[in-house]
């Protein structure tokens, strides 16, 4: 799955940018991807819906904080 996420980042062509937004993270895997492919210094802002994910999004990136 990982591979598919990195397939994904390449695929999307965005170009470098200060922020990025990412609707419906789920568990926030994008996030560390688009940070190492396009921007370390951008600013990243996650949402979803379920409560549950935000909080498993935010054990996830705790190592990039």
């Known amino acids: 799955p990982q591979s598919m996420y990195y397939s994904l980042m390449y695929m999307l062509d965005l170009p470098k940018s200060n922020s990025i937004l990412e ?3 789920g ?3 994008l996030l560390p991807l688009a ?3 396009k921007n ?3 600013t ?3 949402v979803d ?3 549950k994910m935000i909080e ?3 054990l996830n990136l705790s ?3």
């Open 44 to 46: 990243y802002l996650a």
């Open 49 to 51: 819906l379920a409560p």
């Open 35 to 37: 940070a190492n492919i």
């Open 56 to 58: 498993q999004t935010k």
């Open 23 to 25: 609707i419906a993270c």
């Open 40 to 42: 370390k210094h951008s």
């Open 27 to 29: 568990t926030g895997k």
């Open 63 to 65: 190592k990039y904080l």
